[in-house]
């Protein structure tokens, strides 16, 4: 009897993947399930990108962009032994490219039709994120003032940090990345929040096609004064305007039925590889990268919505990519060997998953009684969990 079930089910496995890779599935039918798993691939790669993009040659063309750095992706990739880190230090990044598709999208789901004021707005985001901002920090406060001293933390950290928790330290002269790189985020994000209206507005009077010319503004600006600010390292990839156009795109998702199918993956993945090396294509890299991982998904939906972990990690995002560049610190200073690396990012990513569930934890509030609404009312119902994501 056992010997006739295994196989029945993996028939039935391949008739999933057939099924998902040949469904015509609609970006605004992604519910809190999958918003969570996709979480939970893009906080993977994230983590093992923070990590290895600080001990090996391969370096990502994010804030900024180098033509070199694409050949020597190549060089290193080729050996099998440094395949797996290669491919993380320099794509692994595109899980921040996600998560920004993400933070539009499920505001676009979940606050489209409220009636606050901007400031009962951003007095509700304010609630939702710094319990856990507040929290991480704190951690890494103790971890610094045992290290580096209390004056210290004092008196060169903490006018950086009240900046960046007041989110403005990404465009004032001279501060550059905060203490914790991944941090840069924390600003990003608020500052994302503080035009919200401002975007719905648009949408609500202009449609998609406000979005496109507001995403195409924006990105004239930003590669039009970037050069002139960078002489007070302040680069506006760090902030809302330079990355409008995923924004953009994860309103337009949210708002009106889009599909993605193997006519835009097949380009989107080409332009990933071409705009690697020559910088004239490497802007449209970001929206590449998020259309190429939803065409994706949505082709292995079925299969992903199995795996629990993954939404469990989705759900603890928001810590884990606040507490991973604390963490990977000790592990790095060990990874020399290629298979020293592996084992220590594995190493790394455990305890950052373990603290991030401590800490989440720790904030959780007492579970309430369910109720299904049976609409998108359920897109405002999580609190911490979601929070890089509405």
């Not at 391949?14 to 979480?39: C, E, M, P, Q």
């Not at 040659?57 to 099998?80: G, K, M």
């Not at 905060?178 to 202009?206: E, S, V």
Request: proline share 6%; with cysteine.
């Amino acid at each position: 009897m056992e010997q006739r079930t295994l196989p029945m089910r993996g028939f039935s496995a391949v008739a999933s993947l057939r099924d998902a890779a040949r469904s015509r599935f609609f970006l605004i039918d992604l519910d809190k399930k999958d918003t969570a798993i996709l979480k939970g691939l893009a906080i993977v790669a994230i983590v093992f990108h923070n990590f290895f993009h600080v001990i090996g040659p391969v370096r990502e063309n994010e804030f900024n962009f180098d033509p070199a750095r694409f050949p020597i992706f190549l060089q290193t990739v080729i050996h099998p032994s440094m395949a797996i880190q290669s491919l993380f230090a320099f794509y692994g990044h595109f899980g921040v490219q996600v998560f920004i598709f993400l933070s539009a999208y499920g505001l676009a789901k979940s606050h489209w039709s409220d009636a606050n004021s901007w400031s009962e707005f951003m007095w509700c985001r304010v609630k939702k994120l710094y319990p856990m901002f507040g929290l991480v920090v704190f951690f890494w406060a103790l971890l610094a003032a045992m290290h580096l001293g209390p004056i210290w933390v004092i008196k060169d950290a903490g006018p950086k940090l009240l900046l960046m928790l007041a989110g403005v330290s990404n465009i004032l002269p001279g501060l550059g990345l905060p203490p914790i790189g991944p941090w840069w985020f924390i600003p990003f994000i608020i500052q994302f929040y503080a035009m919200w209206l401002l975007l719905r507005r648009l949408t609500n009077k202009f449609s998609w096609q406000g979005l496109v010319v507001l995403s195409i503004v924006c990105f004239l600006i930003t590669h039009l004064t970037n050069p002139i600010l960078a002489h007070w390292q302040i680069n506006l990839g760090e902030n809302p305007i330079g990355r409008m156009r995923v924004l953009c795109l994860g309103i337009i998702a949210a708002r009106f039925p889009i599909r993605i199918n193997v006519f835009l993956a097949i380009p989107a993945f080409a332009i990933i590889l071409v705009g690697s090396e020559y910088r004239a294509v490497s802007h449209l890299v970001s929206l590449a990268s998020v259309t190429l991982i939803l065409w994706l998904y949505t082709k292995t939906r079925v299969v992903l919505r199995k795996v629990q972990l993954l939404e469990t990690i989705g759900n603890y995002s928001l810590a884990i990519f606040l507490v991973n560049g604390i963490v990977r610190v000790p592990f790095v200073v060990f990874a020399k060997s290629p298979l020293s690396q592996l084992l220590l990012a594995c190493g790394s990513a455990a305890v950052t998953f373990a603290i991030s569930a401590f800490f989440h934890y720790l904030l959780e509030p007492a579970p309430e009684p369910v109720v299904n609404t049976g609409g998108l009312e359920s897109w405002a119902t999580s609190e911490t969990a979601d929070a890089m994501a509405d």
